[in-house]
């Protein structure tokens, strides 16, 4: 038996229990799969009483109010990056998350497997994703092959012009690549690089176009997750280590 009422990214949001939406779906669906994948949430009679304790540790902190971090319904925040955003959806992803907490207007732009440098085969990294976002264009920059990105791209630019906002003013980009870029072996590179051949010329490439196009925009761009393949890259796997 799978137990998940102990666990904050599902508890400590409204949405998830919304029959709006699609909502409570979704969630049902991400309970389903971390149920039949991960071993973390087995319930047996040896942490059955540590599992009580932290569901009532989070219902008092839920209680208290210990959820507000601080009312933001004046910011669009465009969330563009790997499966770390793009494999979950809904209400339990991270920009689901940051929504709900935040009451800023969220957009999931997160494609899994992608990296930040453009993938020759694919013809297909962060500066065509980000290419797709701003002209809504997504069968020019190849994004077809992501349903769910392009109904998003589709949705933003229905919902509002803010494409032709004149500095991007309440626009806040989070980016988040670096993980497959890792797995697949590409250049490193260096903070002087121009294009999109390396991780760093391309991430540098991204945020200039976005600070070009929207200079009051915030962009945020978050490190990619500690990992330990390759003897923690310390093992050579493509031009670059």
Known sequence: MAYMGNQEWLFANENTFSLENGYADEAAREVAAKALML??????????????????TLVDKYRS???????????TILFLGDSIFGY???????????????????????????????????????????????????KAHN????????????????????????????????LNYGLNDYYN?????SIEDRGTDTYLGAMR??????????PQATVLVLTPNMVTEFDYGTVKKGPDK
């Open 65 to 75: 109010g210990q959820y507000t971090v601080g009312e933001q319904s004046d910011k």
């Open 143 to 174: 994004l077809q092959d992501n349903q769910y990105l392009c109904q998003t791209i589709e949705r933003l630019h229905q919902d509002f012009a803010w494409i032709d906002a004149e500095d991007g003013e309440g626009l806040v980009f989070v």
């Open 185 to 189: 072996g590409k250049a490193l590179g």
């Open 88 to 138: 979950t959806l809904g209400s339990v992803s991270i920009p689901g998350v940051v929504e709900y907490l935040t009451q800023a207007k969220t957009y999931n732009l997160g494609y899994g497997g992608v990296t930040a440098t453009t993938d020759e085969e694919r013809k297909l990294g962060a500066w065509e994703i980000l290419q797709g976002v701003l002209t809504g264009d997504t």
């Open 39 to 56: 071993r973390e949430y087995e319930l047996n009679l040896a942490n059955l009483k540590d599992h009580i304790q932290q569901q009532e």
């Open 205 to 214: 490439t991204v945020i200039e176009a976005l600070k070009e196009n929207y």
